[in-house]
């Protein structure tokens, strides 16, 4: 078991521009969760999947952004005409089952730097 | 609404001293509640975990947490801390399938 990947690991952009993330979550975990963390700050929750069903979306998951996760293995965070506001570490999960029982295991993060 | 607070930003302690990080929650019901590490350059690790039943919880690396209803407190605690336990330390608390995470605490060690 490889455990959750994440690419990039880095990524710089400048304002405007379009970017996208990529999650792959351990094998056969049916729910993947994409978090958010600031410098100084805690993770913040943004959105999560059952599956390939988005089953909620934060405050936070402003119109540029969106994700999916087609076939209910991977899933893509896309952010759209990227403002400095939205750098941040963006950090994928996932977990065998559903509720909170089920340990959610993180990847190492993808670091978002809008110029 | 659910939120978790970690009142200390920064800790710093010598090797082979005791370590107690503080974490203190808001929820209504029965709460769910985590203890997270993270490395530079690694993902969020799960220390340990509490649910229900014995308030005091094991974890690994040594760590245990007790779990205080009447104070809202979930501490963190280890009785030696090695060199290695640099780090972010997150408590959080879960929010239907979701976690809540505190702002985090900085631990510092010291040879």
Known sequence: DTGVSQDPRHKITKRGQNVTFRCDPISEHNRLYWYRQTLGQG????????????????RLLS????????KGSFSTLEIQRTEQGDSAMYLCASSSGQGILYEQYFGPGTRLTVT | AQS???PDIHITVS???SLELRCNYSYGATPYLFWYVQSPGQG????LKYFSGDTLVQGIKGFEAEFKRSQSSFNLRKPSVHWSDAAEYFCAVNNTDKLIFGTG??????P
């Open chain 1, 43 to 58: 993770p913040e929750f943004l959105t999560y999947f059952q599956n390939e069903a988005q089953l909620e979306k934060s």
């Open chain 1, 63 to 70: 119109d540029r952004f969106s994700a999916e996760r087609p």
């Open chain 2, 4 to 6: 978790v607070t970690q």
């Open chain 2, 15 to 17: 090797e082979g001293a």
């Open chain 2, 44 to 47: 969020l690790q799960l220390l």
């Open chain 2, 105 to 110: 605490t900085r631990l510092q060690v010291f």
